[in-house]
């Protein structure tokens, strides 16, 4: 049985401009297993996501304007990687789940509030062990 009493808070400065999303992507590495240059391009589409949400409201408009050909143009130039690198990575990110029909997976997106001052998650460890 759950309490909402918290054992252990752990701060981590941050800034959503420069690197929360990177560190969001590390955090989630156990769930994603990408390469470091994989992590980058999720961590640029989330950054670009992000900024985009700020403009476009319905979900549907944000997928088609992050995966618009100036947003990955930006997105490559940005990582400077060529184009045809750039397309080979989104096809592991494809292949790999965390673009699923031109869209973000989801599960990979941290639920950030447009004034966010601060990002709050709550992991419970649920022991499945017989000691109770």
């Known amino acids: 049985m759950s309490s909402l ?50 403009d476009i409201h319905n979900d549907e408009l944000l997928d088609q304007a992050l995966f618009s050909e100036s947003t990955k143009r930006k997105i490559y130039t940005d990582l400077g990687v060529t184009a045809s690198n750039f397309h080979v990575l989104i096809a592991r990110l494809k292949k790999k789940g965390i673009i699923i029909e031109d869209k973000l997976n989801k599960r990979f997106i941290p639920k950030l509030k447009d004034d966010a001052k601060e990002f709050k998650m709550l992991i419970l460890f649920d022991f499945n062990d017989d000691r109770r």
């Open 5 to 54: 009493f918290v054992d252990n808070v752990t701060r981590v400065p941050t800034n959503v401009e420069t690197d929360f999303f990177r560190l969001w992507v590390d955090f989630l590495k156990p769930y994603h297993d990408l390469t470091e240059r994989e992590s980058e391009v999720l961590t640029c589409l989330l950054k670009c996501r992000n900024k985009l949400k700020k």
